[in-house]
């Protein structure tokens, strides 16, 4: 009778994964708002460990994250107390004053904190990042020395090296990129111009500054690229391209961080292809030194319009969430920035990127106006069918009629 | 019928339409007339993980809040939304007809402004999807009208699969079809002898397959509606032009399809709002770098990283209705013309 009630008892607890962490929280209501990749679902079922009697921790994983966050956090109260960001998506929220300063919880509970975590406007903690995103270079070895090639360092070495690979026959398309038209290629123009050292804006205004010889040199580039790529380049998002590198169709490519593991996993990746894959810091572009891929962060905010109490027992629960543990058993995850995490073979790229100097990507409210305008702008120039100057001319006016609206340009 | 009664009968449905369809009607158009206040920028200190610490530019949160409460709709801008660069573009288009020197020229310059480039697209799919979707949906029902009985029920449920699937998802399942490793890309470059042949990356192309995907998603609605109309079709009719020894398709010229009349304008009328409003199929085959719609439009003007333009969707949308209405007033013209002479 004894064994039979322990055996009860171990395959209760067996079959009730949720594990109860001792959080440390004394009541409250955790609701996180957070985009949805792999990374943020292990930080978000970290955080649901904080659950018991007395505390709810609930979730909304969610590609749609940015359309949802102003609205969702303007309600009083909030319809979530922790909203997951990133570079772009934490300027809306700071712009809508909806987010709290998070110093006095720091100080309370953030021991685990390393100062390189904290985001701080104006001397006052606004958000903890928790991990860092950035596109950077993926290629096969095996493919660059079949074709007598160095592993390239530049965008004008990875074009060479492209056209050594079509020459002898060992691929078609050597080369892959993000050019899908919208975000995607906006992102990569953003990339390759941070790449240059030049800025968007002229500084202390929202007047755009692209039209100069940088931004001819990287619209130049990128149209040399496509000569390269399979021929439904503007049709092919991130996840597109790196399945054709998966796949061994292309040898080349500029990809996510967050993607990494999955070209060097074999159950994923075809095996000679996950054998033969190095990852290396994003090129430089037109001789400078500065990788040419945006440095992103990933962290969390706490809602403005909550009670102090679910915004301690959200701070402790993000606590316990971005733990070194949690680092320590995901090392492949992400490349964390938290104390104590070893990077893994899949974080090569984005450290690289973050050691060569990259840029991060800019904060400055009309940002997004611009990406939005270069994604629905560029794909004309990157198919041939107009020229830099029109491009940039088009890209221009299109900004200017878009942040007028917006109120940034008079 | 007393009219009071008419009233009474009629005043849900009234006011129904009133709350759902006429107020945020106006509502859009009163949000088209105004942009974002100017927003007050300050300097700022901002650090983040691996940027270091930056001066930056950015809003002065409580100096714009105050602007917003005192004037929660923004800044009057009149009708300089529509006329704006990403709208109508009056002044580019006004300077593209005096400095081109043919029409071609012209032309190729307005499909660079990105309404217009949107517009076309549009009103392509509009007028070609509405009549080969009608024609596609007639065959199949005056096919479907002769199968024998026992097939029917499957043959039927069959020829609706179109309508059944989610656009978003019939669309996408096209589009992988289609894909250069897809079972019809490599089919189309093993028929055309073309290894590098691939349907998304040309504009015509990518024209061709949303039109192909239009008339497939569209086809079933005509076709379940003349299906039905068929059967009323009088059969003394049809047997005394067989007797006349009309072959089959003259008695589908003169006798089915004139009956069938009120049926085409209705399903007309229908479609052309419908393909008006194309908008699935270009986020499923991913194809803004080709075609866009006013839909598309609408749809990125508000799903962005910051800043929402209320006051460019808003225009956008008026325009749309604006267009809409202007399609479809002629048809409805015709059939109050046809309910008078009491032919319908």
Redesign the interface.
């Known amino acids: 009778m004894r064994n039979f009630s322990f055996g009860l008892v171990s395959a209760l607890a067996l079959t009730a994964t949720p594990v109860f962490a001792d959080c440390g929280i004394a009541s409250g209501s955790v609701r996180i708002l957070s985009n949805d990749f792999a990374a943020l679902r292990i930080v978000n079922e970290t955080a649901a460990e904080c659950a018991s009697g007395t505390v709810t921790v609930t979730s909304n994983n969610t590609t749609e994250h ?2 949802i966050q102003v609205a969702a956090l303007t309600a009083n109260p909030a319809e979530y107390t922790v909203a997951m960001v990133a ?3 934490i ?2 929220l ?4 909806l987010i709290r300063p998070l110093d006095d919880l720091v100080a309370k509970y953030g021991q685990q904190l390393q100062p ?8 006052k903690i606004m958000g903890i ?1 928790f991990m ?1 995103n950035g596109q950077h270079l993926v290629m096969r070895k095996d493919l660059l020395e079949a074709a007598g090639v160095a592993a390239p360092t530049s965008w004008e070495e990875v074009l060479t090296a492209a056209a050594a690979i079509k020459e002898k026959g060992l691929l078609d398309y050597p080369i892959a990129a993000p050019y ?3 975000w995607d ?1 906006a992102a990569e123009f953003v990339n390759m111009y941070l790449g240059t050292g030049a800025d968007f804006f002229e ?4 007047k755009l500054a692209i039209d100069n010889e940088q931004g001819r040199l990287v619209l130049k580039t990128m149209r040399e690229m496509t000569a390269f790529m ?8 991130t996840d597109a391209t790196a399945q054709l590198y998966r796949d061994g169709q292309v040898g080349i490519m500029q990809n996510w961080g967050s993607l990494a593991a999955t070209l060097i996993d074999p159950t994923k990746a075809k095996p000679e292809v996950a054998a033969a894959t190095v990852f290396a810091a994003a090129p430089t572009v037109g001789g400078g030194t500065i990788p040419s891929a945006a ?1 992103w ?1 990933d ?1 969390f905010t706490i809602a403005k319009n909550i009670s102090d109490e679910d915004a301690e027992a959200s701070f402790q629960a993000m606590m316990h969430a971005i733990a070194p543990e949690t680092a320590a058993k995901h090392p492949d995850a992400a490349v964390w ?1 938290i104390s104590g995490y070893t990077p893994g073979p899949a974080a090569v790229g984005v450290i690289a990127n ?1 050691n060569s100097g ?3 990507y800019p ?7 611009l ?2 305008t270069l ?3 560029l ?2 120039y ?2 041939g069918a ?1 020229d830099a100057e ?1 491009a940039l001319a ?1 890209i221009t ?2 900004y ?3 942040a ?5 340009l ?1 | 019928m007393p009219h009071s009664s008419f009233f009474r009968f009629m005043a849900p449905s009234l006011i129904a339409m009133l709350l759902f369809i006429a107020l945020p009607t106006v509502s859009i158009f009163v949000q088209s007339l105004y942009v974002e206040h100017p927003q007050v920028l300050i300097e700022t200190e901002t650090c983040q993980p691996l940027g270091g610490c930056v001066k930056e530019t950015t809003v002065d949160v409580a100096a714009t809040a105050k602007l917003r409460s005192e004037a929660p709709l923004g800044q009057f801008n009149g009708l300089g939304t529509y006329v704006d660069r990403n709208h109508l573009a009056i002044n580019s288009v006004g300077l593209l007809w005096s400095r081109s020197g043919s029409l071609g020229e012209f032309v190729s310059g307005m499909m660079n402004l990105r309404f217009y480039r949107a517009l076309a697209f549009t009103l392509f799919y509009c007028f070609l999807v509405t009549p080969l979707a009608m024609a596609l949906g007639f065959g199949i029902a005056l096919a479907v009208n002769v199968v024998p009985r026992l097939m029917k029920g499957p043959v039927i449920f069959f020829s609706l699969v179109p309508m059944l699937i989610t656009p978003l998802v019939g669309a996408l399942i096209l589009f992988w079809m289609l894909n250069s490793d897809g079972i019809l890309g490599v089919a189309l470059q093993v028929l055309f002898n073309d290894p590098g042949l691939s349907t998304q990356s040309s504009a015509p192309l990518t024209w061709i397959m949303l039109i192909v995907y239009g008339t497939w998603t569209n086809a079933p609605f005509s076709f379940i509606v003349f299906y039905a109309g068929l059967q009323a079709v009088s059969r003394d009719t049809l047997e005394a032009a067989m007797i006349d020894g009309a072959s089959r398709w003259e008695r589908v010229r003169y006798v089915v399809l004139p009956s069938l009349k009120p049926l085409v304008l209705f399903v007309l009328l229908v479609q052309l709002m419908d393909n008006f409003r194309v908008f699935e199929p270009i986020i499923s085959f991913n194809a803004s770098a080709n075609a866009t719609s006013l839909a598309f439009d609408i749809y990125a003007s508000l799903n962005t990283q910051t800043s929402q333009l209320f006051g460019s969707a808003a225009a956008t949308s008026v325009i749309t209705i604006a267009f809409i209405a202007v399609l479809i007033v002629p048809i409805l013209a015709r059939v109050a013309r046809e309910l008078q002479a009491g032919r319908v």
């Open positions: 940015k359309n570079n772009n998506s300027v809306p700071l712009g809508g004053d390189n975590q904290l985001i701080k406007i104006d001397g990042a860092a899908a038209a919208g290629l500084p202390g205004s929202a399979p021929p439904d380049y503007v049709t092919q998002d440095l962060w962290g920035l973050a990259a840029r991060a904060m400055v409210p009309w940002m997004g106006l990406h939005e994604g629905n702008e794909a004309d990157v198919k107009e029109r088009d006016a299109a200017n009629a878009a007028t609206q917006a109120g940034y008079n």
